[in-house]
């Protein structure tokens, strides 16, 4: 199984101030079509996780452009420019490349 | 506008099982793969296998193997996820989750508490 590791465990952030947070793969997600097969969730408290990037660089529809997503091979790193207070959760990185498909151990965006 | 509506909470025995229901509406079911998550109290996720709809062909987590049982039934275009004998490690909230063109989850379902007591 490939395993997903992500830092930091938390990340307190000022409003308005960026964060980043890095997710490393055990193997390549990179497929033959060059595709990074690694997508990016955010679980708000309470709340079922939700899509923000696909494939690795690309924002799920409604997603705010002060998200960005990149990297590629076993090395990625999710951007919020600046955070504002509805970016609170916990965000996950999930590989897609193959089954099963696993996720990071999730990474705590919280307001200082 | 798509949803996944999840069945509702259960309290169940160990060794017992348990089926959770995921009601695709709004949006076209056989062919979208559709996902079964389950996140433990205060931990990460946790992907337990899926199932085509169109093919009805499942695949299991192998740490589920044996244990779960994941169908689709077309005419109601709805999913279930059964779970054999339970025990307290298996309290936790279950997703079920729409795959996408882009291998990703775009539409969860709210999510169903199964909770594992004597």
């Known amino acids: 199984d490939i395993v997903m590791t992500q830092s930091p465990l938390s990340r307190p952030v000022t409003p308005g101030a960026p964060a980043s947070i890095s997710c490393r793969s055990s193997?390549?997600?990179?497929?033959?079509?060059?595709?990074?097969?690694l997508n990016w969730y955010l679980q708000k408290p309470g709340q079922s996780p939700q899509l923000l990037i696909y494939?690795?660089?690309n924002r799920a529809s409604g997603v705010p452009d002060r998200f960005c997503g990149s990297g590629s091979g076993t090395d990625f790193i999710l951007k919020i420019s600046r955070v504002e207070a509805e970016d609170v959760g916990v965000y996950y990185c999930?590989?897609?490349?193959?089954?099963?498909?696993?996720f990071g151990g999730g990474t705590t965006v919280e307001i200082k | 506008q798509v949803h996944l509506v999840q069945s509702g909470a259960e309290v169940k025995k160990p060794g017992s099982s348990v089926m959770v229901s995921c009601k695709t509406s709004?949006?076209?079911?056989?062919?979208?793969?559709i996902n079964w998550v389950r996140q433990a109290p205060g931990q990460g996720l946790e992907w337990m296998g899926w199932i085509i709809p169109f093919l009805g062909t499942p695949m299991y987590a192998q740490k589920f193997q044996g244990r779960v049982t994941i169908t689709a039934d077309k005419s109601t275009s709805t999913s279930y996820m059964e779970l054999n004998s339970l025990t307290p490690e298996d309290t936790a909230m279950y997703f079920c989750a729409r795959l996408a063109q882009g291998n990703d989850f775009d539409y969860w379902g709210q999510g169903t508490l199964v909770t594992v007591s004597s």
């Open positions: 193997q390549s997600l990179l497929h033959r079509d060059s595709t990074n097969y």
């Open positions: 999930m590989q897609a490349l193959q089954a099963p498909f696993t």
């Open positions: 494939l690795g660089s």
């Open positions: 709004g949006g076209p079911f056989n062919s979208y793969t």
